[in-house]
């Protein structure tokens, strides 16, 4: 296989002393370590990467940035893998996607010659009759349009989140990010920069800013070396700031972690986007990016021709064909889009065309490429139709054909908006000059360098200097100053780079095989709006998310409706920036990490620990001697708690105080119950919904004075109904004040029927008898000589005290009550034994018996909502919700000791349909019997009723529909 690559010092990222063999299609391919797939690919000569998504064409590499989906391919454990960006490792097996065949002889290229016949939209205008068809054709159509192949035995490794904070962030390590971060740090500033790529420095790793070539270097070496030696700049990269969230809050993805980054001022230096011109059979292979070609020796020294024809709309264009004639690629010519006139206005072009000349490389001004010609080998372009422009988008009838294999193009530049579109920033264009803006950017978000619209590097720096000193003063570092900023620019996008070929082929979008007429075809259809026009067509909805389709398509959208593309627009950006996988997301998030005051005797008593939100508790509880097993421990516990009494650790309960004169009215508003009259010394269940009528959270709310309430929430929950509470608030503004006082407090339950012959032992301040503290009493004394809340709770069914305490105290409190419990066997119990002791009490647990959809009716919770209040969060959703028939019920269930247990979401069935699932289920030593929790039907919710639960192995077993609970259903054990 021949190479081509080019001597040192071309190719920064690449270790010529490393070499790496790899595969691709089945045949062996050598590269070296830091090349990307694609730039190893491409330094065997090896152009064809992939084919297109519908017509499937020969695809190579574009941008050479991972910012088009030309590069998709396949590994063995991960699909749509840009090879572009995917750096090379050693034995790597990689092959193409979407082809039938062979990659090179694809069956399905005879697509193409069809295209005619499968117009924008043709799917939804031909396959929906008859009712039904769609079916039959969907699995066809995306067979044909497939791309890469899922691993169905994939084992996803470890993601993970972090949290990091900054005075600025600045996203982008270009000219303009380093200098920015260079100021704002030496300005007192912690600064922190993210750069996407390798290296730092952006453009000035491979693009050339003077005739010469020599200020790119030597500037990215000052400039790096500065933010490398600051110690008060944090560098990430290989680093991308997927989106910006309000108040600067920015999720960063770099490796396999997400860092959740907040930053006090943010700027964003991302550069630009350089955009193609549109042609036909502007996507074969050797048809790129200026930048492309450039990316491709500097970085990875690869050679990306023998014969260059360099098609441009600006100045960049001139110095890329200086790069490609100084590394040995023939340059047959440069074609600017430019008249002679246009052209000139430019004071550096006369240095430019001088350059030009002196190296003997013909220069065709006011000229574009009409077409590529494609050769037989690899569909790589072997020439480019060269036509004079003789109108917007228009061409003279003959023109020039001249070989090449390479060709280089740049109609202009777009801004890298996505960012500060979703913050709220609009992008404009100015159709005369063809310049972008960007405006109304919210405070502390501020733009630099290209993506301001300066492409001078003078100038790029200085106004990068200017922004980096306007958010030192916004932070207080330094003094704010009146600056001028630099001057605008223009000339550097060509108006009109669009030139539609009768046969088509012209492609505007590349993801999707989107040509100039399916644009135009759509807005004859009646859809105007740029925003229509993208989902009827597709258009900027592939991976490049319109990276280079958005403005010529927005242009094409403009002049089918008679506007500006000011007036147009561009379609929505939203996040994320880039494709993230699911693993960042679900990955492991570092929550604080909390212990309860008694952790360490619970680690002395042998307990199994279990993370419950981010608290560890006692899953139960194993004493170094025993052999028994999980569920054997835990029928153990329970089957005391039931005949003795036990002692559980509930201090990771949320617990809120509500104080002041408006804290009932608060209570009333927020929870379904009545508060209003609640008497003090009393508690009372209350049920939290959402404006849907979703159960959210439930708790018990203790009034220990008029405008005193204790309101506890579930251990997961608490830290959002506190977010709920503060933000209802802040709208109601009542005379309230509610403090989180979860881990203030300690707390335990004491329960069982020795219970009250326990507390009386370190107690003698409150009358303990049942006349005297009856159920759902609450009371305030001393227990073990130390202040607590005391609240008569039945939560797993039997006599049971929560006591509450100061969290130093906790230690004490539970080293008191075990040692005054000693002759009645007190024994601590775990969560898992509370669990199934609730369980047989039918108590729900929130989020695990009740899920994003659940609304009281749904849980037999109609008794506690308030029918007389006239206004609760969700009454009136609420109101509607029972006005309709139900359609599921959350239902007891019963299965015999022997048979097979069903586990957390298994299904219920009713004949072939789903029609609920199980959300808790447990084996009951003291009612002998696997009982559990499920949604059914409201046809199966009657007791009696048999639901069939497909359990594991695809058994199914039939369980019986009970009344609830499964255990004392007069109450009269925890009421005693």
């Not at 920069?193 to 070539?213: K, M, P, T, Y």
């Not at 030597?218 to 790096?224: D, E, G, Q």
């Not at 389709?549 to 920036?577: C, D, W």
């Not at 494709?579 to 952790?599: C, I």
Request: aromatic content about 8%; glycine content about 8%.
């Amino acid at each position: 296989m021949s190479s081509t690559r080019l001597p040192a010092p071309m190719g920064i990222l690449i270790d010529r002393n490393r070499p790496l063999s790899f595969r691709f299609d089945g045949k062996t391919y050598q590269g070296f370590a830091g090349d990307s797939i694609a730039s190893a690919l491409l330094a065997s000569d090896r152009w064809l990467l992939s084919r297109s998504f519908k017509y499937h064409r020969p695809r190579a590499a574009l941008t050479m940035a991972g910012q088009d989906a030309n590069t998709l391919v396949q590994l063995p454990d991960e699909p749509n893998v840009l090879a572009d960006l995917q750096e090379l490792q050693a034995d790597m097996q990689v092959s193409g996607q979407n082809y039938a065949g062979s990659l090179d002889k694809d069956r399905d290229a005879l697509l193409g010659k069809f295209s005619k016949f499968m117009p924008v939209g043709f799917y939804y205008r031909s396959f929906y009759k008859p009712k039904g068809a769609w079916k039959l054709w969907e699995p066809l159509i995306r067979k044909k349009a497939g791309l890469g192949v899922l691993d169905l035995g994939f084992k996803p490794g470890y993601y993970d989140k972090a949290y990091l904070f900054a005075d600025v962030v600045v996203i982008g390590a270009g000219p303009a990010g380093l200098q920015a971060a260079l100021t704002a740090a030496n300005n007192g500033a912690r600064v922190m920069l993210v750069e996407q790529e390798r290296l730092l420095g952006g453009s000035l790793n491979w693009a050339r800013f003077d005739i010469a070539g020599e200020r790119a270097a030597s500037l990215r070496s000052a400039l790096v070396e500065a933010v490398e030696q600051h110690p008060d700049i944090q560098v990430l990269t290989e680093a991308t700031c997927n989106a910006w969230f309000t108040d600067n809050y920015l999720p960063v993805i770099q490796g396999k972690r997400m860092y959740k980054v907040r930053a006090r001022e943010c700027i964003v230096a991302a550069g630009t986007f350089d955009q193609p011109v549109i042609f036909r059979n502007n996507d074969l292979p050797g048809v790129v990016l200026t930048s492309a070609a450039q990316r491709m020796m500097k970085l990875y020294g690869v050679k990306p021709g023998q014969q260059a024809v360099v098609l441009t709309g600006n100045d960049d264009g001139y110095l890329a064909a200086l790069d490609l004639h100084q590394q040995g690629v023939r340059v047959m010519a440069v074609v600017d889009m430019r008249s002679e006139a246009d052209a000139a206005q430019d004071s550096g072009f006369a240095a430019l065309a001088a350059a030009l000349q002196q190296r003997q490389i013909p220069l065709h001004q006011g000229s574009t490429v009409y077409e590529a010609i494609a050769g037989k080998d690899q569909g790589r372009v072997v020439a480019a139709d060269i036509r004079r422009i003789s109108g917007k988008g228009q061409v003279t009838g003959s023109g020039q054909r001249i070989a090449c294999d390479l060709l280089c193009m740049s109609a202009g530049y777009m801004p890298v908006y996505q960012l500060l579109c979703q913050a709220g920033g609009k992008l404009s264009y100015d159709d005369a000059q063809a310049v972008f803006t960007i405006s109304g950017l919210p405070a502390h978000l501020h733009i630099s360098g290209s993506v301001k619209g300066y492409q001078q590097l003078d100038k790029v720096l200085e106004d990068s200097q200017q922004v980096a000193h306007a958010c030192c003063a916004a932070l207080r570092l330094v003094a704010p100053t009146e600056q001028q900023p630099p001057a605008s620019e223009s000339g550097y996008n060509f108006p009109w780079p669009i030139f539609p070929h009768p046969d088509g082929k012209d492609f505007v979008d590349f993801d999707e095989d989107l040509q100039v007429r399916d644009i135009v075809n759509a807005t004859r259809h009646g859809y105007r709006d740029v925003q229509l026009v993208k989902r009827f067509s597709t258009v900027g909805m592939g991976p490049s998310q319109g990276r280079h389709s958005a403005l010529p398509t927005a242009r094409l959208v403009a002049a089918s409706t008679q506007r500006s593309v000011s007036e147009t627009g561009v379609t929505t950006a939203r996040p994320p920036f880039v494709a993230e996988k699911l693993a960042h997301v679900a990955g492991r998030a570092f929550d604080p990490y909390r212990q309860t005051a008694m952790h360490r005797l619970h680690q002395q008593a042998g307990a199994r620990m279990m993370p419950a939100g981010i608290w560890q508790r006692p899953a139960y509880y194993a004493p170094a001697s025993s052999t028994a097993s999980r569920d054997q421990l835990m029928q153990e516990e329970a089957r005391h708690v039931r005949e003795k009494v036990g002692l559980i650790d509930v201090s990771t309960l949320g617990g809120l105080d509500v104080r002041g004169p408006d804290a009932a009215e608060l209570l009333e508003r927020l929870y379904t119950f009545n508060f209003a009259k609640q008497p003090v010394g009393r508690s009372r269940y209350a049920l939290m919904t959402n404006e849907q009528g979703v159960v959210i959270d439930d708790g018990v709310c203790a009034r220990f004075a008029d405008n005193h309430f204790y309101v506890s929430a579930t251990t997961s929950g608490v830290d959002r109904i506190y977010q709920q509470m503060l933000k209802w608030n802040a709208q109601w503004r009542l005379d309230v004040d509610i403090t989180n006082v979860t881990a203030a407090l300690a707390a335990v339950n004491l329960a069982g029927p020795y219970a009250r012959r326990v507390l009386s032992k370190l107690c003698d301040d409150i009358d303990l008898s049942p006349e005297g503290f009856p159920y759902l009493a609450v009371r305030s004394g001393t227990v073990a000589g130390v202040p607590a809340r005391l609240l008569r709770v039945g939560f797993v069914g039997e006599l049971g005290y929560e006591i509450h305490v100061p969290a130093r105290y906790g230690a004490h409190l539970w080293q008191a009550l075990m040692a005054a419990g000693a002759d009645e066997g007190i024994r601590p119990f775990g969560v898992e034994t509370q669990r199934l002791l609730r369980l047989e009490k039918g108590h729900v647990i929130i989020s695990q018996d009740t899920d994003g959809m659940t609304h009281p009716a749904e849980i037999d919770m109609g008794w506690a909502i308030s029918r007389k209040k006239p206004f609760f969060v969700g009454k009136r959703s609420i109101d509607i919700l029972e006005a309709q028939p139900l359609k599921r019920k959350l239902v007891g269930f019963r299965l015999p000791s022997g048979s097979a247990k069903p586990l957390e979401g298994h299904l219920v069935l009713e004949g072939d349909d789903i029609s609920g699932n199980v959300t808790s289920c447990e084996y009951s030593a003291t009612v002998d019997a696997i009982i559990g929790l499920a949604y059914a039907s409201v046809r199966q919710s009657e007791p009696g009723s048999q639901i069939p639960i497909r359990v594991e192995g695809g058994q199914t077993v039939q369980a019986e529909v009970v009344s609830l609970p499964f255990y004392d259903p007069s109450n009269l054990r925890q009421e005693q």
